[in-house]
């Protein structure tokens, strides 16, 4: 069986930063829109910060940050996974079992995603490289 390179694996650890800091930016924008308006939702017009829903989006809007900068990286994306569970089980899993139907399919991703960080650290082109 040929081994098949479609990328060097030099590319590996800056592929690995550039998940990081998508995700934290994608993630950022829920905080934004819930916090600060932009991007508009109308479902967030009344939120309260001192609500579930306001700590939501304290958590997005300050735990996005420091993941695109990567600070802190572990123990934050470690909150966010844990975070990303409790809101599929308390929002998506009570509409049916299939993610893709119940609009959990975020919630299970970004979940992921952060475990993969939390274990994995940031890679380069991050603060927390510079501080070790």
């Not at 650890?13 to 550039?18: F, R, V």
């Not at 991007?39 to 829903?53: G, K, W």
């Not at 993941?67 to 975070?83: E, H, N, Y």
């Amino acid at each position: 069986m040929s081994n098949i390179t479609i990328l060097p694996a030099s590319l590996a650890p800056h592929l690995h930063a550039a998940l990081r800091i998508m995700t934290g930016l994608l993630f950022l924008a829920h905080g934004t829109s819930k916090l600060l308006g932009f991007p508009h939702d109308p479902n967030f017009d009344r939120l309260t910060l001192f609500s579930f829903m306001g700590l939501a989006g304290a958590l997005e809007l300050v735990g996005g940050a420091l993941i695109v900068v990567g600070l802190f990286t572990r123990p934050v994306a470690f909150v966010l996974a844990g975070m990303m569970a409790v809101a599929y089980f308390m929002a998506h899993a009570s509409k049916g079992f299939f993610p893709s139907l119940n609009g959990g399919d975020a919630a299970i991703l970004f979940c992921f995603v952060f475990l993969y960080l939390a274990a994995a650290g940031p890679g380069p082109w991050s603060l927390d490289r510079d501080r070790a």
